[in-house]
């Protein structure tokens, strides 16, 4: 947050700054779902609440898209629309942990997870992931916690992952998911960057992504909007719940938010226009683009280790090698932005153990900046 105020403040300043920083996609939402905003608010509709977990059209279309994209029957009255991907963590967290309970989760990772789960009085347990397993989640690394840390009641996983893109297969992913049900932990699978993936090679290279219910329909599967569609503000996102849960979420939901917002809700049909898969497919092969863009340029900036881009459009880069003067990739970022004008996530927020020898990098940027950024990182490097 401290990088991103200044780049703020820089660029009131006059400078041109580039910002790899973002979480989000620079295009926006598919044509079909900005032409049904328009016509929804020409239309005088009052927009008043809906059901707690979303309409009954929205909750098919959605159980629809998961037989598009993975084959599965979903009743949808086991889908609760939420208020993105966030809103569907607070109801899950709420309804399947309770305080004092203990529940895992990868580190580096989103740190909403970690902080929520805080909030809640429920204590987050670090399994720490690294270059020997790709970036990835391991059973090996569940029984070394259980057997350093004792149990746990949750697991919280993203496949492919925020910060590091990196994705399991499906099955390394089935593992995981049979492990959780054999030792009575309930699996939250963050499902966000499904889609965004790059099939040309990786463990992924034919999927869009596991939905954690082709594997157990105990677990919770979340996804949005936000990520694929590129429609992170309208704040629109979703959960398959299993049946115990429903309920707790039901009531909860109603009293948290009352409904998920209501346009949001009315627009996001149009996401699942064949218009609209093809808009956000295109935006993905531009996204492979500069991810190649930035695998070619690896050599030049000496970074390493990195994580495998599977999926997202993130890039998780060790500078332990670069860091020069510089204790940690916090006060590394602060000098480049303050020389270059060149914004990176230190690997800090997303790791507090050993982010500090690493950065993240959003190539959601067009390739222009990536290309200049890259430039100037190199030079700033040059110079120690
Ligand atoms: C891994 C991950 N999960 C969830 C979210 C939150 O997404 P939403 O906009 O749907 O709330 C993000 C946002 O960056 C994310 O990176």
New binding site residues.
């Given amino acids: 947050m401290a990088i991103l105020d200044r780049v703020v403040t820089l660029r009131d300043a006059g400078r041109e700054v580039l910002s790899l920083c973002a979480?989000?996609p620079s295009g926006g939402a598919p044509t079909d779902v900005r032409t049904l905003a328009g016509e929804l608010h020409a239309g005088g509709d009052p927009l008043g609440y809906t059901g707690p977990l979303g309409t009954a059209e929205l909750r098919r279309a959605i159980a629809g898209h998961h037989q598009r994209w993975y084959g599965l029957e979903i009743d949808p009255g086991s889908v609760a629309v939420t208020?993105?991907?966030?809103?569907?963590?607070v109801l899950a967290f709420l309804a399947a942990f309770d305080a004092g309970d203990r529940v895992a989760v990868v580190r580096p990772?989103?740190p909403?997870?970690r902080n929520l789960l805080h909030a809640l009085d429920v204590e987050p347990i670090d399994i720490a992931v690294g270059p020997d397993t790709g970036f990835r989640l391991t059973t090996e690394a569940l029984d070394a916690t259980v057997a350093a840390r004792g149990p746990f009641a949750g697991l919280v996983l993203?496949s492919p992952?925020?910060p590091t893109g990196s994705m399991m297969s499906r099955d390394q992913f089935a593992a995981i998911a049979s492990w959780c049900a054999g030792h009575d932990v309930r699996l939250v699978s963050?499902e966000?960057?499904h889609g965004i993936t790059y099939p040309t090679e990786g463990p992924g290279a034919t999927s869009r992504g596991t939905c954690a219910w082709s594997l157990d329909r105990s677990t919770i599967a979340?996804?949005?909007?936000?990520?694929y569609w590129g429609m992170?503000g309208w704040?629109?996102?979703w959960a398959l719940l299993p049946d115990d849960l429903l309920g707790a979420v039901d009531a909860l939901a109603g009293n948290v938010a009352l409904c998920p917002p209501t346009p949001a809700q009315r627009v996001a049909l149009g996401a699942f226009t064949e218009r609209s898969y093809a808009e956000a497919d295109r935006a993905v092969e531009v996204l492979a683009a500069k991810r190649t863009f930035l695998y070619d340029s690896l050599d030049r900036l000496g970074w390493g280790p990195v994580a495998p881009v599977d999926g997202?459009f993130y890039l998780w880069a060790g500078i332990r090698g670069q860091l020069g003067e510089h204790p940690s990739s916090t006060e590394w970022c602060r000098a480049l932005l303050e020389d270059e004008g060149v914004a990176l996530v230190p690997g800090t927020d997303m790791d507090p153990i050993d982010g500090g020898g690493f950065i993240r990098l959003s190539f959601a940027a067009s390739m222009e900046v990536i290309v200049e950024a890259v430039d100037r990182i190199a030079s700033f490097q040059q110079r120690g």
């Fill in positions: 979480g989000e208020t993105g991907a966030s809103g569907a963590f990772g989103y909403a997870y993203a992952a925020n963050d966000i960057y979340v996804s949005s909007f936000s990520k992170t704040r629109i996102g997202a």
